[in-house]
Nanobody
Framework: QVQLVESGGGLVQAGGSLQLSCVASGRASTIYGAGWFRQAPGKEREFAAAVSWYGSATYYADSVKGRFTISRDNTKNTLYLQMNSLKPEDTAVYYC?????????????????WGQGTQVTVSS
């Protein structure tokens, strides 16, 4: 089993930046693809970004492209999401997710493990 713990969320003004981290423990060495999703109140969980095992391939939702950067450090079993130029509409609970095979996917059903989420609130 794999456990994921996110951190780095908080309250920030519009235009500001935050970096989220997600540390994997357990049988993390078997994990390949990774992604970040977010869920705003009353809305479905939506895809934000994904990265392949070696970090060579990334994919972003149009809503965050050019502002967010996903990366990973496999030596530390850690996934990151650097968020710049934040907007009020980025307010949501952010979840990291891992899948047992490589590849980048925007479909949440493609992921096998999920963290508990970290709240990001962007004030106008």
């Amino acid at each position: 089993q794999v456990q994921l713990v996110e951190s780095g969320g908080g309250l920030v003004q519009a235009g500001g930046s935050l970096q989220l981290s997600c540390v994997a423990s357990g049988r993390a060495s078997t994990i390949y693809g990774a992604g970040w999703f977010r869920q705003a109140p009353g809305k479905e969980r939506e895809f934000a970004a994904a990265v392949s095992w070696y970090g060579s391939a990334t994919y972003y939702a149009d809503s965050v492209k050019g502002r967010f950067t996903i990366s990973r450090d496999n030596t530390k079993n850690t996934l990151y999401l650097q968020m710049n130029s934040l907007k009020p509409e980025d307010t949501a609970v952010y979840y990291c997710a891992l899948r047992k095979r490589d590849g980048i996917y925007s479909n949440k059903d493609a992921y096998d493990y999920w963290g508990q989420g970290t709240q990001v609130t962007v004030s106008s």
